[in-house]
């Protein structure tokens, strides 16, 4: 699957649609994901919802796996822990696989807030696994 | 902390607000959160985009610690597990506190989906901790 | 799978053996593990060691997993929280599933302390994944 | 912190003495803790038992966590994806902080299985939080 391919995919998700995520590379078991933040993607402080990240992690998680294991996949779960307040002009979520099983793909997830500088910082951190259809069950 | 007062918390969260995201309990450790599905918080199979109930299980979670340690909380992280594609008519979220520490409140939640009957259907579980702010970090 | 069947089972793992497990309940999707409180499985300050809880949370899991979807299973994943510190003579894990797919078990775990006196303190939960085999990839 | 000042608090673990667990690096927010496999560490098919992963998971990202923090720590939680049956020689987790906040340390785990000729196999991956204490629950 090419970057195009992903990038169609993601477009048919309303939800990520809605949010504004964009796929900014895809291949060899990695993908990033990003999005404009705006001011109703926030929470009451300000920052980022962490609803927001956790959108994003789970999306670029998934999107990895599919690099690695082609687009038949069911995000099973996965783990995230915030590090500090998500504040920037961009959120960059970079998901790369640990392993491929058969019917299984682990990945990881770092989730950047990027300011107006280009200045990346790191505001939670991911840990997923995906079920490969056919041998998953999963959403 | 009453219902009314969450509810007022949640209505200042610009996310929660876009999503539809409404708080129908609040009390005793415990918190349910409610939105109706609408085509833009799909995915591309017609269900309910996994970042939707993530988005849900964060937010549980916290206003469940909320009923439990008041209002000044950052979530440290949480684990969602999927178990069904999630179609319906209504997410509901039902968190509630497990244990409230001085620092630390640990909470599990059931997402699940209504259906127009009004039956439930479990469609994710989900655990987390929310730090304390004063003693915390998080977002 | 009948309860003595389990702990033949629980009796084939030497780690297991090592550290006085055993089964006190099996069926009906549900698992409870035990093992006493030894000198041997303490950490540096008196209280059983998280990992001895993290071993118990893994293994009930699993065998809660068993009692619904039979022995040919693989643990995924499992994600636990500490509460407090685990003082006790008696550590007991009560395993459930939440949802028993075709490829993947979804189970919760509570890990109590029991005291000389039979009460009960819970001190850490855990959620996890179990792949049944031939559809999975895991340990 | 010194490597020798750690290995001394590792020997205060009971269940790490039990388990031959030893740290062979500590420092700069990184530890890597190594244990043999020996036949009583096993499970039922031959391979370590994921108890003994866990518990090398949840030690390694705590100690990690110490050459950051300093010695006053209480693991909160974490999360462990198991990837391949664990066979080998040795088993090595190596941990590193990913953010070191005021009362909130998180951390990843490689956790490696070494063979006979020294070639690592990755086997199970984990990301978790530790609290400082003075502002924290946990065990």
Redesign the interface.
Known sequence: MELSTAQK?LA????????GARLTAFGDGAAVLELDVR??????NG?L???????????AL?FAAGAAAGPHL?????????????RGRVLRARAQV??A????V?C?CDLLMVDEEGVES????????I?TV??????
């Open positions: 995919a048919e998700q309303p939800f990520s649609v809605l949010l001011p109703d993607l926030l929470q009451q920052f919802h962490g609803g927001v990240l956790s959108y994003a992690a789970d999306n998934t069911l995000t099973a779960g996965f783990t995230i822990d915030y590090l500090r307040p998500a640990v392993r099983g058969r019917s299984r682990v990881r790191l505001c939670a951190v991911a840990q997923g696994a079920s056919g041998g998953a069950d999963g959403a």
